[in-house]
């Protein structure tokens, strides 16, 4: 429990393109079926933490993507953008 902890501690140190980096290197691992069970299994795990790691970090930069409006005065603004 606690290896799951110290996992999820270091993984939300990574950013975006080190936690894709990772988790692409994990699936090339695995597929390749060199692997023992056990270290299989591991290294799993660590991918779907690291693919939630991922997920957030998107839904997180989605959040912060604004529209930008033109007004007729030629004066611009901002507002959220509406999901698709």
Known sequence: ??????ITDEIKKLS????LSELEQI?????RGDIEL???ISIYEKG??????CED???TAQMKID?????????FSSEPLDEI
């Open 1 to 6: 429990m606690n290896k799951k902890l110290k």
């Open 67 to 75: 529209k930008i409006i033109s007004h007729p005065d030629g004066d």
């Open 16 to 19: 975006f393109e080190e936690a």
């Open 38 to 40: 056990e270290d299989s």
């Open 57 to 59: 970090k998107l839904k």
């Open 27 to 31: 699936v090339e691992n695995l597929e």
């Open 48 to 53: 779907v933490i690291l693919k939630a790691h």
